[in-house]
Each structure stands twice: as structure tokens, then as C-alpha cells.
């Protein structure tokens, strides 16, 4: 079932496609939240959580865990060139 209410709702609506980097923004707080498209669908979207961790509503995900995703709520994410990068692992 998607978790829809806990992220921000968009105008402009995006398709996302399998593979695509997109991210959210926590209705609570404006967090940026960086995920990865798995199982797009015509309403909704099947993502990992590409980030280390995240809390959301007292739960604590990490790195690849699964939430669904309404698709007004995702945005495509920023080109990997604009990232600023600390130092490769």
C-alpha cells in the first residue's frame, strides 16, 4: 500500500520509469528523501530507499528497503553531476 501521506504533493506530474533516481520531500519536515524507481505503475511506483537511512513517521528504513510511492509525490531526481561528493568508498 502506498505511504503517500507522508511526503508532498506535486503539481506537475512525472511517469517515472524503472531505474530512474527520483526523491520526495517529507510533508513534516522538507527532508529531501533519494530514491530508485523498481516497479513503475500507472498511479504509483515501487522504490528503494537510496539514502543510508531514513525515520519516517517512527520508523526507521535503510539503504534498499521498499515503500511504495503515489506518483505525484516523486520528483526526478538531480543529475548525479550536480551531487557534491565527498570521496568515493
Not at 40 to 66: E, F, I, K, S, Y
Request: with cysteine; aromatic share 6%; glycine share 8%.
Amino acid at each position: 500500500m502506498p505511504k503517500s501521506w507522508h511526503f508532498i504533493a506535486h503539481t506537475h506530474h512525472w511517469q517515472p520509469s524503472g531505474g530512474d533516481a527520483a526523491c520526495v520531500w517529507l510533508s513534516d519536515t522538507g527532508e529531501q528523501v533519494n530514491l530508485l524507481v523498481v516497479e513503475p505503475g500507472d498511479n504509483a511506483a515501487l522504490c528503494l530507499l537510496a539514502q543510508p537511512g531514513l525515520t519516517l513517521a517512527g520508523r526507521v528504513m535503510q539503504l534498499g528497503d521498499v515503500i511504495k510511492i503515489m506518483n505525484d509525490r516523486l520528483q526526478p531526481a538531480q543529475s548525479a553531476v550536480s551531487y557534491s561528493l565527498g570521496q568515493a568508498v
